[in-house]
């Protein structure tokens, strides 16, 4: 473990408290004529990880942008799954994306904001997408963007950011986000805990440490709206705004500030995780769901988890939810892909297994081996397409599926977004709120193979070692 990793209850002690009910007051006054449709780009399906009663678009068509753009709610989620493109693609997808936006809201005459949505623990395509995003949509229409904030705060998964590094919580410690295993992830690895250095090693020095502003939780707790104000407005030529914030208050306070910019006249391109959409889109808080809110119909059939997240917290939760005793567990061999006829006798093998126990009432859990497959150096791009062969045939054994499940749980970003996308094959779902903290759950649309099913879409690396299992239990209760 990290030297620099700090006790969480010694980091939260020195923080001053805050009337909430002031900051609810002045945030809600300012959210009231915003009058802008939020947008948020979402890198894989775990971002509606805080709110409910959103809609989640699965393509960026006209049609779909214009159907969220019509909505009565002030925010719609587009996913993306860029967190599984290549770099050429998600560049592709996201000039595509916010053409589309641009030329929605020109027919529609609605001014929007984007956010883009990404991995609290800083992994993904950063700074290509918001880059592109900011470069076309300036191209497109009359919007220029000042600055760009991140905000990775993300209180359910424990990812705090104090004095302007970022942590992520392990037990009762707090890890420097540079110093955990998600910072040496093969393709998006960096080496930096504190967001200014992070920037500067992520754009290659192209926005600097020090020309990047920083909203201090000094200012955010002694609720200096004004200061904060004044600090978004000096922002200029797209530099760097962090915000620091270790609770949903601090992203209140900051929100009101911002949106006081924003009816400035400043424009501001967004990288954050899921707490910052919450706040900006006005959502409230909603408790947990229940088994009765989740399964709608009892059917005699079992239900279908898909583990796929090669993360440690993913395998230390795997091997607690094998203490389940209702629980059929299959291993699919995915070191197989390498050899593609024995690779697809071994789906063969998984889809017609998966089908009889569900039919006969078992809960089943897919999972894929553990063991990464390693082709050496230099080799992320052949390696990132063998995990999307993977995905595919972890995929199809949705799609191939005759029997209806009682409910789904997917486990890992890309993996749900694939089990979604392609298995359900849903182009529309609602947001029923969540299973456990940061833990989300589709309703399918009327269009997908199972319509009406709960999905659960459970992160990588969201949760304690017991949390999958948790969950799994309240849906066979």
């Not at 707490?275 to 009765?292: P, Q």
Request: net charge neutral; charged share 30%.
């Amino acid at each position: 473990m990290s030297n620099n990793k700090i006790l969480a209850k010694e980091a939260f002690n020195n923080i001053p408290e805050v009337n909430t009910e002031v900051v609810d007051k002045m945030l809600n006054k300012e959210l009231k004529d915003l009058n802008k449709k939020i947008v948020v780009l979402d890198d894989d399906p775990t971002g509606v990880q805080t709110v409910h009663d959103i809609s989640v678009y699965t393509d960026w068509s006209l049609d779909s942008i214009e159907n969220g753009f019509k909505e009565e709610n002030s925010m719609f989620f587009i996913l993306t799954n860029s967190r599984g493109f290549t770099a050429a693609e998600t560049e592709k997808a996201h000039k595509e994306i916010s053409l589309n936006i641009s030329k929605v809201a020109k027919k529609l005459n609605k001014d929007f904001i984007i956010i883009s949505r990404s991995d609290s623990t800083l992994r993904g395509h950063y700074p290509l997408e918001t880059e592109i995003l900011k470069q076309t949509v300036e191209a497109n229409s009359d919007v220029k963007f000042d600055g760009e904030v991140l905000m990775p705060f993300f209180k359910e998964g424990g990812r705090f950011t104090i004095n302007n590094i970022h942590y992520v919580q392990d037990g009762e410690y707090l890890v420097p986000a540079g110093e955990t295993e998600f910072a040496k992830d093969r393709t998006f690895g960096y080496t930096k805990s504190h967001l200014g250095e992070y920037i500067e090693e992520k754009t290659k020095g192209t926005f600097k440490t020090k020309d990047t502003t920083y909203i201090s939780l000094e200012d955010i707790r002694s609720l200096n709206i004004e200061g904060i104000t004044k600090q978004l407005l000096d922002v200029k030529n797209f530099n760097k705004v962090v915000v620091n914030a270790v609770d949903y208050i601090d992203v209140k306070i900051f929100v009101t500030a911002l949106v006081k910019s924003i009816k400035s006249g400043k424009n501001f391109m967004y990288r954050s995780a899921a707490a910052l959409t919450k706040v900006l889109g006005g959502v409230s808080d909603k408790n947990l769901l229940t088994r009765d809110e989740l399964i709608k119909v009892d059917s005699k059939n079992g239900g279908l988890i898909i583990v796929g997240s090669h993360v440690k917290k993913t395998t230390e939760q795997l091997e607690e939810l094998k203490k389940c005793p209702f629980i059929e567990f299959i291993e699919f061999n995915c070191h197989l892909v390498l050899d593609s006829e024995k690779f697809e006798a071994e789906v063969q093998r998984i889809i017609e297994k998966t089908e009889k126990l569900i039919a006969s009432g078992k809960t089943v859990a897919v999972y894929t081996s553990r063991k990464r497959i390693d082709l050496g150096e230099n080799k992320k791009e052949e390696e990132l397409k063998l995990s999307v062969k993977i995905s595919d045939a972890v995929t199809s054994i949705i799609e191939k599926l005759n029997v209806r499940p009682n409910y789904i749980v997917a486990k890992g970003g890309i993996t749900s977004s694939d089990v979604g996308t392609k298995g359900l094959k849903v182009k529309r779902a609602t947001v029923a709120g969540q299973i456990k903290p940061g833990i989300p759950v589709w309703t399918t649309g009327a269009e997908s193979k199972f319509p009406g099913i709960s999905y659960v879409i459970f992160p990588g690396n969201v949760g304690t070692k017991t949390t999958l299992r948790e969950a799994v239990e309240i849906l066979n209760k």
